[in-house]
């Protein structure tokens, strides 16, 4: 038997039966006892479920990917996340304000930006405590040095000044105003030495023609200094 692929046409093909019984049953069962043909042949059926079978998964598929895109994108969702963005986007906003706010006043107050840290170097002498003070109160502290870069910057205004660091809690263990330990130091030749037996607790930068310009002196002597602000533009 050859059932065409567009159902439209059937050959049945009989082949040589012994007699006209056995002709007439094999006959039978292509052929519907009511002599309707087509839906009789089991083939056929296979290929019609398994057609249908596919076409109904892919509505299902279909249907299922709408109603996804649907919820997804459903009112609801749309405003929680537009929600989130304006709210990402207020505090954004608000920093970049106040960071334009607070780099404008450093800059007014004539303050030097340098390695994402602004430096505000005094006109007057102070001891280091005051000069401390001042510094806080301007919002910073005394400067730290942590690079090779950092410590070159201030031996550019040839001034001796106080800078961030300290053994007044430990007598020879120096920290930083930051409470962190001294790792790199640029110490001057000989220093620190508290020469002559001199309590000499605090730091000022001094020889500004040497790479390596500290030494330590008596906290209670009077010094320019350099405050730092540290602060990511
Ligand atoms: C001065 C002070 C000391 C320093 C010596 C170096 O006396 O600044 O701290 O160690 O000079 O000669
Ligand atoms: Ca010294």
Redesign the pocket.
């Known amino acids: 038997m050859v059932y065409d692929k567009d159902e439209s046409e059937i050959t049945i093909e009989i082949g040589n039966f012994p007699d006209a019984s056995a002709r007439s049953v094999a006959l039978k069962s292509y052929i519907g006892e009511d002599g309707e043909a087509a839906t009789a042949v089991p083939g056929g059926k296979l290929h019609r479920y398994v057609a249908v079978s596919f076409c109904l998964l892919c509505i299902l598929q279909a249907a299922l990917n709408i109603s996804l895109r649907l919820a997804l994108s459903s009112p609801q969702n749309i405003d929680a996340s537009c929600k989130n963005l304006t709210e990402r986007d207020n505090l954004r906003r608000i920093n970049f304000a106040s960071l334009a706010a607070s780099s404008a006043h450093y800059f007014n107050q004539g303050w030097v930006y340098f390695h994402d840290s602004f430096y505000y170097i005094s006109s007057i002498k102070k001891t280091w405590q005051d000069s401390r003070d001042d510094c806080l109160q301007r919002g910073a502290d005394l400067i730290i040095i942590n690079s090779k870069e950092e410590q070159e910057f201030t031996r550019r205004y040839k001034k001796i000044m106080w800078i961030g660091l300290t053994d007044r809690e430990t007598e020879g263990v120096w920290k930083w105003v930051d409470g962190t330990p001294l790792t790199t130091s640029f110490w001057y030749f000989?220093?620190?030495?508290?020469?002559h037996g001199?309590n000499?607790d605090c730091i000022e930068i001094k020889y500004h023609d040497n790479g390596n310009s500290w030494?330590?002196?008596v906290c209670e002597n009077e010094n320019l200094w350099i405050c730092e602000k540290k602060m990511a533009l």
């Open positions: 000989g220093e620190p030495n508290n020469y001199r000499e030494n330590d002196v």
